[in-house]
């Protein structure tokens, strides 16, 4: 029996039964325990009233933190005050150059052609039509020789371009300017304000970024997301910024889009014609990404506080990380660390690797954007951002796996595609990452899972790279170094190649990559050699040097035959089955170089009489 | 409130001395449970100044009448309980119409006042008044005796 009243629950139900069990202690009442009797009535009217300022209690106090509200709106305000604008939708940008053929046409020609913002072209992806619009206005001067305008590294977006005309009133207090589509991507959002309707003069504001250098006449705007999940411009208050006057024209020009619909698009065509002139060839320079749907509240709560810690500066590599990843969508994986943490060490400098959501590089627009445009003002002055390009390290597996057929009704080359799938899934959700890291028992056990009858399995994982050398035609020689995650494994035996590699033809005979150990050294030195009668016959003797420690190879001055290859595949074994990597590596297995081979388990199937014919796999080939 | 003094079979029991005691000083007594409710009227007592509870019979008659004025969905997360008079009195005035609520009245009675016993009800079409006129009778365990509810079931205005 209670002898006190518990305060901590939330249900109906137990708040009433805290209040019967209360009640039983006295003698006044007695009838609580009968829903007809009216001390039950009152019960229920209590313990209602008293869940539903509970619940109300429990809501206001979750939707009063970050990490806990659950409306969007709440969420938003709480970035607000870590300084943080949650990102809108972004429209695939691609850049390309369009030429405008004028050759043919008759009459005086202009000297200059305007292309303006806003100029309509339109693609197709996966059967669907999308328009895009050019997104800054840029001029072309008539190319004497050609006849034609050239427009060069052309930004165009994906979506409508749309302008939205409001009438300043300072009897509003705090009068804001709401963009009303939740698909307008504000990063394409200019902000006019014209005297009246009759001026044609406009100012142009831009987005408040920082307190420093803005006064009363600094024409600015503020972006904020406002609880209807619009985003919505306000302006200073004549102290902070200037306030427009009263009967003031703001015009918010802006683009909405259909976001990450039309990420890839690669064939562009006009709709409009420039100048009148309707002759226009374009050329893609980036193939259209960075498309994205609104940022979510996830990501809002990740985002913010990492924001937060930079203070919009970048000091630290994290720092680089937070802007990078809160202005620029293109990224799958981003890894940054200082240049003393580089090989060789490069003080001064801050390296970014990023990998990209489309391609496996980043285009040069792309990099110069994020140094250029994102970092520009916001990094240590002296440190100099360097993006390099993600260096891959694929691998190539030799997967083997004993089952037991009695355990399912899948037929060898059924569990082969299986335990494909579950390789590809764990290079999905695991690898191609800058923290990915290849685990190799977690592979086994992923193979192991793909399907009850699996026995057991075992994975020998090679790393190779590719490269794509100059030809003799381009008379340019060949210098690479191939930057491996792993050490390599040295079998001991010092006459074994450690390193093998695709065939190509140097000196009209087709040759192979192989090493020879260095007399006193760790290091293996590079040699090309062709095979006569099975025997390997030495073609270039120093070809370059093998660090077997830190798992690098320089290949130096070899030229290849015009009809050699284009591609040559190097291929090491790892010194560790796991293979963690490094600042700018990436590890990604290479699907169409899994070899998977399936055997029966006898021992499963016949027990201890199939112990005869039980064969097992090599740790090596 | 009454007690039954079982003293005089008590003493009619031949027992050892010695084994259980002096029986003659055992004394079991069954008292009535006293019911005593809250009156939703809320009315006064004129000199006390103060609610005045209902007891014994009475608390369990209008208990009864509550469960059965209780319509579906009033109370809070007890959606079901109640005889939903009111919600049948729109519909049409013929006997299906008076088996539900007969079945209603029966339902709720044995569902949710376990101190008393349903006898019978009565339920009487008013067409010249719109309106229904329900006697249930029933016995109340506790105290053996029977009590009436009456009910008029029209319409309010």
Known sequence: MATNLNVTELDFDQIKKNLTNYLKTQTAFNSHDFEGSGLSALLDVLAYNTHYNAMTAHFALNEAFLDSAQIRGNIVTRAKLLGYIPRSVLAPRSTINITVDVSGEAGTLPSTLTLPRGTKLTTQVDGRNYRYVVLNEQSAVISADSGSFVFSNVIIVEGTRKKLLYRVDNDIENQKFQISDDDADTSTLRVLVQANEQSSSYDNYTQFESLLNVNSASRVFYLQENSNEYFETYFGDGVTGKKPLNNNIVTLDYIFTNGEDSNGASSFTMVDNIGGYANISITTLAKAAGGSVKETNESIRFNAPLTFTSQNRAVTSDDYRAIIQKEFTNINSISTWGGEDNNPPDYGAVYISIKPLVNETLTANEKTEITNTILK????????????????????????????????????????????????????????????????????????????????????????????????????????????????????????????????????????????????????????????????????????????????????????????????????????????????????????????????????????????????????? | MSTNNLSDKSSQINEPSGVLGDLKRIQSASRLKPWTDLDLNLTLHPIRNDIIPLKDDRAIKYAVRNLLLTNFYERPFNLGLGANLRGLLFEPADEITKQALRENIARTIVDGEQRVQLLFIDIVDDADTNSYRILVKFRIKEYDSNETVDIVLKRLR
């Open chain 1, 377 to 621: 003002g916001k990094s240590v002055v002296s440190i100099t951002p360097v993006i390099v390009d993600p260096n891959f390290t694929y691998l190539e597996l030799d997967v083997a796996f004993k089952y037991n057929p009695n355990l399912t009704d899948r037929s060898s080359v059924e569990l082969t595609a299986v335990v494909r799938d579950a390789i590809s899934d764990y290079n999905f959700n695991e690898l191609n990452k800058f923290d990915g890291v290849f685990r190799h028992s977690q592979l086994l056990k992923a193979v192991d899972n793909a399907d009850p009858s699996i026995q057991n399995s075992n994975v020998r994982p090679y790393m190779f790279m590719n490269i794509t050398p100059n030809k003799l035609a381009a008379g340019l020689d060949n210098n690479f170094t191939l930057d491996f995650t792993a050490p390599f494994f040295n079998s001991g035996a010092s006459t074994n190649f450690m390193i093998s590699s695709t065939m190509w033809k140097f000196g009209g005979e087709e040759v192979y990559f192989g090493d020879i150990p260095i007399s006193g050294s760790t290091d293996r030195q590079v040699m090309v050699y062709k095979i006569v009668n099975s025997v390997n016959v030495t073609v270039i003797n120093d070809a370059g040097l093998i660090d077997v420690t830190a798992g690098t190879i320089t290949l130096n001055n070899f030229v290849s035959d015009n009809d050699s290859v284009d591609i040559i595949r190097i291929t090491v074994i790892p010194d560790s089955l796991d293979l963690a990597p490094k600042r700018d590596q990436l590890i990604a297995i290479d699907p169409l170089r899994v070899q998977i081979t399936p055997s029966i388990d006898t021992i499963s199937v016949s027990g201890s009489s199939g112990t005869i014919d039980y064969t097992t796999t090599s740790r090596l080939r």
